[in-house]
């Protein structure tokens, strides 16, 4: 083979290597820019979904809170008692005493499972109900707060006779306890809503009125042996329910039923 030929050759193999690396090296290239592009829509789509979840989870400040529906509500005399609100008929011969919080999760789900029990127990006039509404999880709303705000509210409430469909309305939609809770102008709203009409309403729930009765609520209600867990020696939270001085057993399915025998 002449050196010509020879020479022919080897840049034919130089070429078709130039051509192999070209091939290869572009390959990898549209690997790698398909892979940016994944991982770019990933990105959007994480953010577009955070940022959904955000509004929806997050309603606006000056949204109305919705009123509950009337079955939900208890049509009977409520009327604030000191730092409390007894609700039912002068003819009721046994008291319930219910502990709760607005931002519990747990009271909510016990207004679920036991409200319409409790409303009829009450309008047919079996049973009265005092309602300590307790700023026992101010901790866990952002802003911090929000248990002594509505508790406050709903003692405010209360002064005008319309308790039971502002303690329905704010169980039936209730805030997200770690997130944050209905604002003043949102509770003073929805007490306009549920029929207030009293002139120092929205002062009274503006300036805290009650706050001071509510913190010694808070402590009585912590001290009180009769609520306390038998195994921890401490106030057994909320909710909690009592009767005669005793605490009830809400493992007990039927407690309600057996209290207004």
Known sequence: MGGAERSARKKKQAARAVVQARTSGGSDRTKVIAGVIVVVLL?????????????????????????????????????????????????ATVTVDVYEDFLCPICGTFEKTYGTDIKKAVEDGKVKVRYHILPMLNR???????????????LCV????????????????????????YTKTQLINLGKAVGVTAAGFESCVQNQTYKSQLDELMSKTSNDPALRDPETGRFRGTPSVASGGKLVDLDNKNWLSDLAK
């Not at 005399?77 to 409390?84: C, E, I, K, L, S």
């Not at 707060?145 to 509505?150: F, K, N, P, Q, V």
Request: no cysteine.
């Open 43 to 91: 990105a959007v789509a994480v953010i577009g979904y955070v940022v959904y979840d955000s509004m929806q989870s997050k309603p606006s400040p000056d949204a109305a809170i919705p009123q509950a529906p009337a079955d939900h509500t208890i049509s009977a005399p409520a009327v604030r008692d000191g730092n409390t609100v007894l609700v039912g008929k002068d003819t």
């Open 140 to 154: 866990m709303s952002k802003p911090e707060g929000y248990s002594t705000e509505s508790a406050n509210a709903a």
């Open 158 to 181: 209360a002064d005008d006779g319309k308790f039971n469909a502002f303690h329905a309305a704010l169980f039936n939609s209730q805030p997200e306890e770690g997130e944050a809770g």
